[in-house]
C-alpha cells in the first residue's frame, strides 16, 4: 500500500456512474412496473451497492480500509438504459473514488444477473468517475501567485557556523513545491532583539509570509515565541492548534512546541519547530490550505 501517514485527514467525497443497457422496452416496463422475476432489481442493487461500497479494501489490494460516513445510491432510466449513481463521503487521509465505482460496478452487476433471464442482450456500459473532492483535487484552489516570502532561522549555532541548518532549507525546498518562486533566507541567533529585526525588516520590504523556524521549545535559550508575540496584531491560534495536533499523531513530544501564528501588520507570521522533521511536517499540516488567509485578504480589498 502507498504511505499515507502524512497526510491529513480532510472531508472527500465521489459519484461514479454506472449503464446497464437493456434491449427492449418491454424489459423496462418490467423494471418500472417492478416486475422482474427474480425481485426489485433497485433495491437488491442498492444492498449490493452498499455492500461494495463497505468491502472495497477486501478486493482491490492498494485500496486502504476507511471509515464510510455516507453512501447514497440512486437510479435514473433513460430509454432503454438504467444509470446507477453512487455517491460516498468519508473523512480520512485518502480519497472514495474507488469506493464509489466499486459500489456501482457491484450494483450494475446485480442489475445484470437479475435481468438476464428476461433479456439475453443486457450490457454493462461505461463504469467511471463522475465527480471527487477533497484531497489534492482541492489544493489547487489554494496558489501562491506573486506572494513574497521568507524563511529565519533562529538557531545560535547554525549563525556562528557550528552546525548546518536543515530546517530552514526544508521549508524553502516546500515552498517552492507550492509554487513560490520569491523567497529570501537567512540565519539569525537567538536573540529577542535580533528576531524582532528581522521580522521589521520584512514587514518594511512587504513580505506576505514570514516563516521563523526554531527556537519554539523549552530551552532558555528559545525565544521565538516570546520575541514575536507582542508583534502580532491579529493572533491565529487555530493554525498551530492544527499543526501541533498534525505532530501530536506522529511524536508525543509535540505538545512542547509553543509555536504561535499570526499577523504582524499584512505579514503572516508562522513559528516552527527547529528540527528538519518537525518543520517538514508542519509544513504538510498546514499547507497549501494556510495560503487562503491570503485570497480572504484579497477579497476584502477589492470587496
Known amino acids: 500500500m502507498v504511505n499515507i501517514t502524512h497526510k491529513s485527514s480532510t472531508l472527500r467525497k465521489a459519484i461514479a456512474t454506472a449503464t ?3 434491449s427492449s422496452q418491454a424489459t423496462i416496463d418490467a423494471v418500472r412496473q417492478r416486475k422482474v422475476p427474480k425481485g426489485d432489481i433497485f ?3 442498492r444492498a449490493a451497492a452498499l455492500f461494495g461500497v463497505k468491502k472495497t479494501s477486501d478486493v482491490i489490494p492498494d485500496c486502504h480500509p476507511l471509515p464510510v460516513e455516507y453512501t447514497a445510491v440512486t437510479y435514473e432510466i433513460e430509454d432503454l438504459s438504467i444509470i ?7 473523512i480520512y487521509k485518502t480519497g472514495v473514488e474507488v469506493e464509489a465505482m466499486h459500489g456501482a460496478s457491484v450494483a450494475a452487476l446485480v442489475m445484470y444477473d437479475m435481468l438476464k433471464p428476461i433479456d439475453k442482450h443486457v450490457e454493462i456500459r461505461n463504469i467511471r468517475l463522475l465527480e471527487k473532492q477533497g484531497g489534492k483535487s ?3 484552489k489554494f496558489t501562491s501567485g506573486e506572494l513574497k516570502a521568507a524563511v529565519v532561522v ?4 547554525v549563525h556562528q557556523r557550528q552546525n548546518e541548518d536543515t530546517s530552514g532549507k526544508i521549508i524553502v525546498q516546500k515552498l517552492e513545491e507550492y509554487g513560490f ?5 537567512v540565519v539569525v541567533p537567538d536573540e529577542a532583539e535580533t528576531i524582532q529585526q528581522a521580522l521589521a525588516g520584512y514587514k518594511t520590504n512587504k513580505s506576505d509570509l514570514v516563516i521563523f523556524t526554531g527556537g519554539t521549545g523549552v530551552s532558555p535559550r528559545d525565544v521565538t515565541p516570546e520575541a514575536l508575540q507582542q508583534m502580532i ?3 491565529l491560534p487555530g493554525v498551530m492548534e492544527t499543526a501541533r495536533a498534525y505532530g501530536q499523531e506522529r511524536i508525543k513530544t509535540s505538545m512542547l512546541s509553543r509555536g504561535i501564528a499570526g499577523f504582524s501588520g499584512e505579514t503572516l507570521v508562522l513559528t516552527f519547530p527547529g528540527s528538519q522533521k518537525g518543520a517538514a511536517e508542519y509544513m504538510q499540516s498546514l499547507f497549501p490550505q494556510i495560503l487562503h488567509v ?3 485578504k484579497e477579497g476584502k480589498r477589492h470587496g
Do not use: A, G, M, Q
Open 181 to 185: 518562486t520569491d523567497i529570501d533566507y
Open 20 to 22: 446497464v443497457k437493456t
Open 138 to 140: 482541492d489544493d489547487k
Open 294 to 296: 491570503f485570497e480572504v
Open 233 to 235: 496584531d491579529r493572533p
Open 43 to 45: 433495491e437488491f442493487s
Open 84 to 90: 446507477i449513481s453512487v455517491e460516498v463521503h468519508t
Open 154 to 157: 533562529c538557531s545560535d549555532t
